[in-house]
C-alpha cells in the first residue's frame, strides 16, 4: 500500500505561480513512477507530468512543457508540481498517483494509488 496526500492548491491570477506537494507513505520503495493527473468536471483525468521514482527521469505532457516542473525530495518522501505561467483552462482538481510497473506512464489506468486531489483555480 502507497498513501498519497497531496496539498498546495488554491486560487491564483493568471500568469501567477503555484506548488503543488504530494507526501508519499507506505511501500514507497515498490514505486515506479510517480505522476500527476488533473481532471475537471466531466472528463477524465489528463496527464500532466511523471517521473520515476528511482532515477529521477522526468516527463511531461506537451502543454506544460516549459511551464511546469515536477520534482522529488528524496529525504521527505515528497513529489512536488512546480507550476509557472498558469492559464485559465489549467483549473482542475489535480491529483498524485503512485504507479508500481514500468509502461505507459500518461495511462491513468496504470496508476495503483491515488491523492484526495487539490483544487487549482486559474482566474483571468
Known amino acids: 500500500q502507497v498513501q498519497l496526500v497531496e496539498s498546495g492548491g488554491g486560487l491564483v491570477q493568471a500568469g501567477g505561480s503555484l506548488r503543488l506537494s504530494c507526501a508519499a507513505s507506505g511501500r514507497t520503495v515498490s514505486t515506479y513512477y510517480m505522476g500527476w493527473f488533473r481532471q475537471t468536471p466531466g472528463k477524465e483525468h489528463e496527464f500532466v507530468a511523471a517521473?520515476?521514482?528511482?532515477?529521477?527521469?522526468?516527463y511531461y505532457a506537451d502543454p506544460v512543457k516549459g511551464r511546469f516542473t515536477i520534482s522529488r525530495d528524496n529525504a521527505e518522501n515528497t513529489v512536488y508540481l512546480q507550476m509557472n505561467s498558469l492559464k485559465p483552462e489549467y483549473t482542475a482538481v489535480y491529483y498524485c498517483?503512485?504507479?508500481?510497473?514500468?509502461?505507459?506512464?500518461?495511462?491513468?489506468?496504470?496508476?495503483?494509488?491515488w491523492g484526495q486531489g487539490t483544487q487549482v483555480t486559474v482566474s483571468s
Open positions: 517521473m520515476r521514482w528511482s532515477g529521477g527521469s522526468t
Open positions: 498517483a503512485a504507479d508500481l510497473y514500468y509502461g505507459d506512464y500518461k495511462s491513468a489506468a496504470k496508476y495503483a494509488y
